[in-house]
């Protein structure tokens, strides 16, 4: 982190592409001055080396240079990079604003370029990356809230739907299986008349975070209502999709769900688990699964059976 003449700090990291040395150096004296870290390349090649390799939240590149020039670096940036770009130049007909902005460049500067208005168009640029990632993670906060169960914070019955025909679709496209389980606490109504909502809702809360818990990394977790949860488990065939399914079943077991000393309730579920198969829908698939789960449960009920 760099130390600026009035004691601001900065995280922003700033590239400088010019393929004249004293320039180049000049604009990084400038912008380190002012509290950034910055870093230099004299060419477009040099640029794209250094940006897969640090990265950069700010690009700064001449026009004309060897090799690539500044509107194509500023293309190959906004394309595959996470940085925004001022373009400089010395020559009035290079480009045209509107050019410059097509190509994704978010200011332009003519040499020689005073430093105050340097650090003034940097600021602003750094100013509204700020305010975009902001708004783009307050976006996805709100959505996050649209698809989660207030209960239990595993998603909602309505996420479920949607990502249950997006996970068939890539199935069918990539030819790759995928399995679903469907779980419900056996004896939840009884619990509930027993020892009441709010602690029947204790109990649905310790449930998803077990499921939760016990989730890898592409596997996706669903309050389906009431009593009952849904897991979409991508890549994964039925004799798999047990061994998660028991794994939950497990983890549920070993959690006490007693409300009093004097209490004795041992928390159970029954698991139905499916594969996907050719040519059926997403309805046919969560019908089975439902069907594999009153089975267990009309055997008795905290197990798991593949269907």
Known sequence: MQKSVNGRHHTSKVLVVDDEEDI???LCDIIKEAGY?????????EALVFLDREGADVVITDIRMP????LVLTEVIKSKYQADVIIITGYGGDFSYEEALEKGASDFAQKPVHAKELIARLRRVLRERSLVAKRKEMAEQLLELTITDDLTKLHNS??????????IDRAIRYQHPLSLLLLDVDNFKYYNDTYGHLEGDTMLTKLGEVI?????TNDSAYRYGGDEFTVILP????????TVAERIREGICAIDLSPGPQDNFEAAVSVGVTQYRPEEGWKELTKRADEAM???KKVGGGRSILQ
């Open 158 to 167: 309505r996420h479920f739907f949607k990502q249950i025909q997006s996970e």
């Open 212 to 216: 939760q818990s016990c989730m890898r």
């Open 24 to 26: 180049r150096t000049t």
């Open 37 to 45: 870290k910055v870093s230099g390349a004299a060419t477009g090649e």
């Open 67 to 70: 090799g690539l020039s500044g």
């Open 235 to 242: 890549e994964t065939r039925g004799t798999e999709a047990v």
């Open 294 to 296: 009153y089975q267990a």
